[in-house]
Nanobody, 121 residues
C-alpha cells in the first residue's frame, strides 16, 4: 500500500520561509500529478499548487509569486517552497498524488497525513 509522507512543517514568523517535502513509502512506477492542498480550521480543504509529470504548474491566486512547487521524478518526491509567509497561510498542508504503483496497477489517487504550518509572531 502506497503512503505519502510530508515533512518540513513548523512554526515560522510572518515573512519567513518553509519548504515542505513529500515522499512515497513504496516503489512507484509513475507519478502523474502531484499537488499540495491545505485546510485551515473551520475551512474546506483547498488546492495550493499542483504540478503535472510534464512540469506544468498551477497555483492558487493567494500563493502566486510566493510559493513554488517542484518535483524530482527520479526520487518520486515533491516539494513546496513557501516564501513571504502570512498568518493566513496557517493550515495543515497535505500532499496528494495521482500515481500508478506498477506497470499493471491501475492509476489511483493518494493523500498524505498532513503537516502543520503555523505562521505567527
Amino acid at each position: 500500500q502506497v503512503q505519502l509522507v510530508e515533512s518540513g512543517g513548523g512554526l515560522v514568523q510572518p515573512g519567513g520561509s518553509l519548504t515542505l517535502s513529500c515522499t512515497t513509502s513504496a516503489s512507484i512506477f509513475r507519478i502523474y500529478t502531484m499537488g499540495w492542498y491545505r485546510q485551515a480550521p473551520g475551512k474546506q480543504r483547498e488546492l495550493v499548487a499542483s504540478i503535472a509529470d510534464g512540469g506544468t504548474t498551477n497555483y492558487a491566486d493567494s500563493v502566486k509569486g510566493r510559493f513554488t512547487i517542484s518535483r524530482d521524478n527520479a526520487k518520486n518526491m515533491g516539494y513546496l517552497q513557501m516564501n513571504s509567509l502570512k498568518p493566513e497561510d496557517t493550515a495543515v498542508y497535505y500532499c496528494n498524488a495521482d500515481l500508478r504503483q506498477s506497470m499493471i496497477a491501475k492509476r489511483d489517487n493518494y493523500w498524505g497525513q498532513g503537516t502543520q504550518v503555523t505562521v505567527s509572531s
